[in-house]
């Protein structure tokens, strides 16, 4: 009898372990994901959906780890330190460079604004640039977006001195008066033009080229081939903290600000420094074309700076950094 129970309870726990893993998550244990990121007014959705815990619904518990230097993401992912992150396609190109197996699973927001170069009254144009001394992060949306402006009036890194400084440092640099021109990220570019006086000004910003600096969604292909349920229901999650950002703006921006460390009133001002994209357009941004606001097209103009640069020695091939599948079951 105890031998035949024993074998009964066996056979019945195989046969309920095997089910379980065809239901979806929600109908089991709540799965987590360990995702890095950063304070970013386009991460807002997250922020709201961790918040409110709107993954939960998709049979999910999200730790969102916010690191202060974006370029330690990709490492903590090779890691195992984090499941997946949210980068900038600029570094998802050094990493597929690099020989990683990062690719884009969802496209987050593109910088309308947040990312600019800022500089005192004296500089009124990029031509003034040069012999100045100008302070940013290198190997980061920073170096990109100065690089890009170099390069599209005719000039180069050869033609500035540049002095590594992070974009939290920005502002209080350009006020001691020690520097001319930085280059930085939303809440500091609004930090620097709001010192005391009126004395710098935004010169250049990633307006002028939109989808040039586009936040993704990122795993290695390994986390996706284990963990596609997961992954589906934190995008879901996001899309759930879009939607509530647009449905309750006041109350959704109390959260953001509290993640930014500023107050609603600002949050909603730096929201309109990123463009969120909907689910609706996103497979448009993994289709080839040489616009800006698609990932190839941006990609190849990234790709060929960086490697100008010298930051990356050769091309890769940026087609095998996206994995559409779960933007496109979305889209169905």
Same mark, same amino acid.
Request: proline fraction near 5%.
């Given at each position: 009898?105890?031998?035949?129970?024993?074998?009964?309870?066996? $056979?019945?726990?195989?046969? /309920?372990?095997?089910?379980?893993?065809?239901? !979806?998550?929600?109908?089991?244990?709540?799965?987590?994901?360990?995702?890095?990121?950063?304070?970013?007014?386009?991460?807002?959705?997250?922020? $709201?959906?961790?918040?409110?815990?709107?993954?939960?619904?998709? @049979?999910? %518990?999200?730790?969102?780890?916010?690191?202060?230097?974006?370029?330690?993401?990709?490492?903590?992912?090779?890691?195992? =330190?984090?499941? @997946?992150?949210?980068?900038?396609?600029?570094?998802?190109?050094?990493?597929?460079?690099?020989?990683?197996?990062? %690719?884009?699973?969802?496209?987050?927001?593109?910088?309308?604004?947040?990312?600019?170069?800022?500089?005192?009254?004296?500089?009124?144009?990029? #031509?003034?640039?040069?012999?100045?001394?100008?302070?940013?992060?290198?190997?980061?949306?920073?170096?990109?977006?100065?690089?890009?402006?170099?390069?599209?009036?005719?000039?180069?890194?050869?033609?500035?001195?540049?002095?590594?400084?992070? !974009?939290?440092?920005?502002?209080?640099?350009?006020?001691?008066?020690?520097?001319?021109?930085?280059?930085?990220?939303?809440?500091?570019?609004?930090?620097?033009?709001?010192?005391?006086?009126?004395?710098?000004?935004?010169?250049?910003?990633? %307006?002028?080229?939109?989808?040039?600096?586009?936040?993704?969604?990122?795993?290695?292909? %390994?986390?996706?081939?284990?963990? !596609? #349920?997961?992954?589906?229901?934190?995008?879901?999650?996001?899309?759930?903290?879009?939607?509530?950002?647009?449905?309750?703006?006041?109350?959704?921006?109390?959260?953001? #600000?509290?993640?930014?460390?500023?107050?609603? =009133?600002?949050?909603?001002?730096?929201?309109?420094?990123?463009?969120?994209?909907? /689910?609706?357009?996103?497979?448009?941004?993994?289709? !080839?074309?040489?616009?800006?606001?698609? /990932?190839?097209?941006?990609?190849?103009?990234? =790709?060929?700076?960086?490697?100008?640069?010298?930051?990356?020695? =050769?091309?890769?091939?940026?087609?095998?950094?996206?994995?559409?599948?779960?933007?496109?079951?979305?889209?169905?």
């Amino acid at each position: 009898m105890n031998l035949a129970f024993s074998f009964r309870k066996a $056979v019945l726990g195989t046969c /309920l372990a095997s089910i379980a893993t065809l239901l !979806p998550l929600s109908a089991n244990a709540l799965e987590k994901l360990k995702v890095g990121t950063v304070v970013w007014v386009g991460q807002a959705p997250f922020y $709201v959906a961790d918040k409110l815990d709107l993954f939960k619904a998709h @049979g999910l %518990k999200v730790d969102l780890q916010l690191f202060s230097d974006p370029t330690m993401i990709p490492t903590a992912m090779v890691g195992d =330190a984090i499941d @997946g992150g949210t980068l900038t396609y600029d570094q998802v190109v050094m990493s597929a460079a690099r020989g990683l197996k990062h %690719k884009v699973v969802m496209p987050i927001d593109y910088s309308n604004g947040g990312d600019a170069i800022v500089a005192d009254r004296s500089v009124t144009s990029i #031509a003034d640039f040069k012999g100045k001394k100008i302070g940013f992060s290198p190997l980061s949306t920073s170096d990109f977006l100065l690089a890009y402006a170099l390069k599209s009036h005719g000039l180069s890194d050869k033609d500035i001195t540049p002095v590594n400084m992070s !974009p939290e440092n920005v502002p209080s640099a350009m006020a001691s008066g020690n520097l001319p021109i930085g280059v930085t990220y939303e809440p500091n570019v609004s930090q620097t033009v709001n010192l005391p006086g009126s004395n710098f000004h935004v010169i250049y910003s990633s %307006k002028e080229a939109p989808g040039l600096i586009t936040d993704v969604l990122v795993f290695d292909e %390994k986390v996706i081939a284990k963990r !596609p #349920a997961a992954i589906k229901a934190l995008i879901q999650g996001y899309l759930d903290g879009l939607a509530y950002i647009k449905s309750h703006p006041d109350e959704s921006a109390k959260i953001i #600000a509290g993640v930014l460390g500023t107050d609603a =009133a600002d949050a909603k001002l730096q929201l309109a420094t990123v463009y969120n994209i909907p /689910l609706d357009e996103m497979g448009k941004n993994f289709e !080839p074309s040489e616009s800006t606001t698609s /990932l190839l097209g941006s990609g190849q103009l990234i =790709a060929d700076l960086l490697k100008t640069n010298g930051q990356i020695s =050769a091309v890769p091939d940026l087609g095998a950094t996206l994995d559409t599948q779960f933007i496109e079951a979305l889209n169905r």
